[in-house]
């Protein structure tokens, strides 16, 4: 069963960490180039002080870009998230919201970049915001991208 956008962002928000943390994955785009994820601020995913748990909002930024990369470059690239950093400006309440954005023409430049085997390092950004738009934090996550060495019939 080939995965699709719609049952990727389902089974995602169904996987157990997803939802026991109060992350819905709302969307991913049908070219693999846009995602939106919501966390629902709920007793369970929020702190001492009612807010949401900076945990929860890292986890509802943690895969999706290098998510995004993997399917625009496809089976031949390894691409993995290898660091992020979060910056809380506001408490965030309610609902909060993430969208995220690989264009095509920034997946086909790291293509060329991590072409022949190079490893590419590369930062994104995007903002959690609330209900009203607001700004509850900001976020950047490295991606580690590079082609997959290919092996010929000669060498094995």
Same mark, same amino acid.
């Given at each position: 069963?080939?995965?699709?956008?719609?049952?990727?962002?389902?089974?995602?928000?169904?996987?157990?960490?997803?939802?026991?943390?109060?992350?819905?994955?709302?969307?991913?785009?049908?070219?693999?180039?846009?995602?939106?994820?919501?966390?629902?601020?709920?007793?369970?995913?929020?702190?001492?002080?009612?807010?949401?748990?900076?945990?929860?909002?890292?986890?509802?930024?943690?895969?999706?870009?290098?998510?995004?990369?993997?399917?625009?470059?496809?089976?031949?690239?390894?691409?993995?998230?290898?660091?992020?950093?979060?910056?809380?400006?506001?408490?965030?309440? @309610?609902?909060?919201? &993430?969208?995220?954005?690989?264009?095509?023409?920034?997946?086909?430049?790291? +293509?060329?970049? #991590? $072409?022949? %085997?190079?490893?590419?390092?590369?930062?994104?950004?995007?903002?959690?915001?609330?209900?009203? @738009?607001?700004?509850? &934090?900001?976020?950047?996550?490295?991606?580690?991208?590079?082609?997959?060495? +290919?092996?010929? #019939? $000669?060498? %094995?």
């Amino acid at each position: 069963m080939r995965i699709t956008p719609r049952r990727l962002a389902v089974g995602m928000s169904l996987w157990a960490p997803n939802l026991f943390s109060g992350i819905r994955i709302r969307r991913f785009s049908e070219d693999w180039t846009h995602a939106t994820v919501e966390l629902h601020v709920n007793p369970i995913t929020r702190n001492y002080v009612k807010t949401a748990f900076g945990g929860s909002m890292s986890a509802m930024t943690d895969p999706y870009f290098f998510m995004l990369v993997m399917h625009q470059l496809g089976r031949d690239y390894v691409v993995w998230d290898t660091r992020g950093e979060i910056e809380f400006l506001k408490p965030g309440r @309610g609902v909060l919201t &993430a969208e995220f954005h690989v264009s095509a023409e920034q997946a086909a430049a790291l +293509r060329e970049r #991590a $072409a022949g %085997g190079a490893k590419v390092l590369e930062w994104f950004e995007t903002v959690i915001t609330d209900r009203t @738009g607001d700004v509850v &934090a900001t976020v950047r996550r490295e991606v580690y991208i590079r082609e997959k060495k +290919r092996v010929t #019939a $000669a060498q %094995g």
